[in-house]
């Protein structure tokens, strides 16, 4: 059977990110043509200023050379420029004359420089910085000229004036705002950062807005609004970029800003999809990595048949390295009824923090100096956090080590190339890595912007310790642990897979309750330590004798599971509950209610530990602002009393909760959200987040164990046992509910 023909316009790394997903997932369903206007393969162009800053060559950037595409079979159509689409024949015209047809057809044609209308501004060597090309032109002036002005005084300036310094070049950058990065940072980070600059040898002119560029035919200098001047005769323009999208526009593809496209990155035309910065997804386009990535991978999965929730958006974010400073910005960083929930500035070691907050929930963050936290704020600012998790934990060590180790493992760390935090431990204790360049080798973390180097740093400090802890005997934070499926080992201490490790730990448990096995047992609901320990392990044929950052973490839990306690050291190294309602933002009558309910299942779950981090959310009204569909668990209020849903994800895969059940009263949702809550727990992999094991379980499986009266209450039983108290939790029954009504 013949394949479909997928022709990809834009070889940049939004539509190659896609294609290469489409490789990974179905290889043989497409025969793939991607047309590019650049002569080379595919780069990474975040790196370029690397390139100007002599830090990197060419060839390092390269991210795909030629022969990844021979290998797999792709047409790489370089020095290409598609001018004409025809969706009625299914046709595309380069302006060579080339024509191609397509089954499918994919707009990834990135964005342009913005040039604003400035008079003078096509003179000679005026110039933006955008490709292989701009670098070698901007190192070609360098040895005829010495003055440079750069308008623009965003990342992208910033990098370029960075760049010309480099290159022994005077760089003044030119701004129309009062502070540098005024979109990323407020006044404080961002006068720490001009001053780091300026001793690099940078001048700024700020509040500065350029009338002309002067000079007859070639760039003499600038004009300014208010009557001075500056020499230059090299000028940089870095004020933005705009979405490519006349080629879309001439072929009848409805555009706004950008190229118009739904959840599944469809257009208004049949077969034709857009990916990357030019396309507008519910009225924003962006130009980070990580959201084009996001957008790359659910297209990916859509031409491939498979099954996915649709993209819904990112949160904005930046963790970057400016001319060697660290710097991290996410979500909104200014606003009318914006308040500071944090601000700290240490001037001696020229670090700064602040997390900005709206309603009691954390909306944004800045860090400049030390960004090791970015990812763990990230998290925060995604999910809309209580500012109550910004509490820092008592006894807290590093404040870089305490961020890696609470940071959960499958949060991602480096979102360049999407390499989570389990990943990279993994890679440390498997392949001896040392050095953050041997972490970068192996895994690609830090490999691209190098934003994240400080969480990459932190985690080799975080594995190092627990390592060396462990091998002493003494007690640390551990790390997480990557997901695994029932296939793949736990980790290299072990062939043992997590289903058939928390089997062993289970019978070697109930064996020795018995008087074998473990040497001095003791009873249920005590703590396993010391010689327990090590003999655990040794019965276990474990490989390590004590372990290791990814396998530790996981023998604990299970142990803890099959009926022995944490210490409370162990208990705050694992994740816990989040539990948010609309009552602040709607105090009513019923929320008399939620805080009631509330109030139950935070004294049942406060203590708990769970296999990965779980939120919870309540829904008092109709219209609510909390979204039960991509939480973990949700409550929503209904006019039969409580509806309760499972396995919803706000972040990435997003997953659309499904109706695990009704309650027609209060008690009955504490008692199903509850048993829910610690059937996951006993049946969990570690890591395992809740809505992977929903999917695994299959919601008409978890449906059938807890709509059974019986076992419904032995879940509840367990809970009550551990907590070690006969609380009121309530015995009323749930009523069962039947299949058909349980559908989303």
């Known amino acids: 059977m013949s394949r479909k023909k997928l022709v990809v316009i834009g070889n940049g790394m ?103 209308p400035i008079p003078g501004i096509d003179k000679e060597r005026v110039m933006s910085f955008r490709t292989i090309d701009d670098c070698t032109r901007m190192a070609g002036y360098s040895k005829a000229y010495r003055k440079a002005a750069v308008i623009g005084g965003g990342l992208l300036g910033l990098e370029a004036a960075r760049g010309l310094l480099h290159l022994g070049m005077e760089a003044v950058v030119v701004h129309n705002a009062p502070y540098i990065m005024n979109r990323q940072l407020d006044y404080e980070a961002a006068s720490m950062l001009q001053r780091e600059l300026e001793n ?35 000028v940089i323009v870095a004020v933005g970029i705009r979405p490519n999208v006349d080629l879309a526009r001439r072929s009848g593809i409805a555009t706004h800003r950008a190229v118009v496209v739904d959840d599944y990155m469809r257009t208004s035309v049949p077969d034709v999809y857009a990916v990357g910065e030019c396309a507008e997804h519910r009225g924003i386009s962006y130009g980070l990595v990580a959201p084009l990535y996001e957008q790359g991978k659910v297209l990916a999965r859509t031409l491939c048949g498979h099954e996915v929730p649709g993209y819904t958006g990112s949160v904005p974010y930046s963790q970057l390295k400016v001319s060697g400073v660290d710097v991290f910005s996410a979500g909104e960083i200014s606003g009318e009824r914006m308040q500071t929930a944090i601000q700290h500035l240490d001037g001696i070691q020229g670090t700064y923090k602040k997390v900005l907050m709206q309603a009691g929930k954390v909306r944004g963050a800045i860090l400049f100096g030390n960004t090791v936290e970015g990812t763990a704020l990230l998290g925060l600012v995604q999910r809309g956090a209580d500012v109550g998790e910004l509490a820092p934990k008592d006894g807290a060590p590093d404040p870089a080590e305490t961020a890696a180790a609470a940071l959960p493992s499958q949060e991602t760390v480096c979102a360049c190339n999407n390499v989570s935090k389990a990943a990279i431990l993994k890679a440390i204790q498997e ?38 802890d462990e091998a002493t005997g003494t007690s640390t934070e551990s790390g997480g642990t990557e997901k695994k499926d029932t296939i793949l080992p736990v980790c290299h201490c072990t062939e043992m897979s997590h289903e058939e490790l928390k089997h062993q730990v289970n019978v070697m448990l109930k064996t ?5 096995g473990v040497p001095n047992f003791r009873p249920a609901f005590a703590p396993l330590e010391g010689e327990q320990f090590s003999a655990l392990l040794k019965q276990l044929h474990w490989h390590s004798k004590h372990g290791c950052p990814v396998c530790l ?115 009955q949702a504490v008692n199903l959200a509850s048993a829910c809550l610690q059937w996951y727990r006993q049946s969990a992999w570690f ?46 029954p749930l009523s069962e509910v039947p299949i058909a009504q349980a559908r989303v």
């Open 512 to 516: 020795s309750s018995k008087g074998a």
């Open 14 to 116: 939004a539509g190659v990110k896609c294609v290469e997903e489409i490789m990974n997932l179905e290889p043989d369903t497409y025969e793939i043509v991607i047309y590019g206007t650049e002569p080379r393969p595919n780069y990474n162009r975040i790196m370029l200023s690397k390139v100007l800053q002599g830090e990197h060559s060419i060839q390092d950037i390269i991210i795909n050379d030629w022969a990844w595409y021979a290998e797999r079979d792709i047409r790489l159509c370089t020095g290409e420029t598609v001018h004409r689409i025809d969706p009625r024949i299914k046709c595309i015209e380069t302006e060579s004359g080339k024509k191609e047809t397509y089954d499918i057809l994919i707009l990834a044609t990135g964005s342009s420089p913005f040039i604003p």
């Open 431 to 468: 392949q001896g890595l040392e050095t953050e360049e041997q972490v970068k080798q192996h895994t690609k973390a830090s490999g691209s912007c190098g934003g994240c180097k400080p969480m990459v740093s932190a985690l080799l400090k975080h594995a190092k310790r627990v390592e060396l």
């Open 687 to 732: 890591d395992e987040p809740l809505w992977a094991w929903t999917e695994r379980l299959g919601i008409m499986s978890i449906r059938e164990t807890l709509l059974d009266t019986q076992l419904q209450q032995e879940l509840i039983f367990n809970r009550t046992q551990e907590r070690g108290t006969d609380a009121e939790l309530g015995t009323e």
């Open 200 to 234: 690099q040898g940078m001048s700024f002119l700020l509040n500065k807005n350029t009338q002309k560029i002067t000079g007859r035919s070639h760039a003499q200098g600038l004009l300014f609004t208010d009557g001075s001047k500056l020499e230059a005769q090299v």
């Open 553 to 667: 973490p996981a023998i604990r839990y299970y142990v803890y599971v099959s009926g022995l306690m944490l210490s409370s050291t162990e208990q705050h190294q694992y994740q816990g509950i989040h539990i948010y309602s609309g009552q602040s933002l709607s105090p009513s009558a019923s929320s008399i209610t939620v805080s009631d309910l509330e109030t139950r299942l935070r004294t049942r779950w406060e203590t708990a530990a769970m296999p990965s981090e779980v939120n919870m959310a309540i829904a008092s009204r109709f219209r609510s602002p909390v979204s039960v569909l991509v939480a973990d668990i949700g409550l929503q209020v209904s006019p039969a009393g409580w509806e309760i849903y499972v396995g919803g994800h706000a972040g990435h895969p997003v997953k659309e909760g499904s109706l695990l059940g009704t309650a027609e009263s209060e008690q």
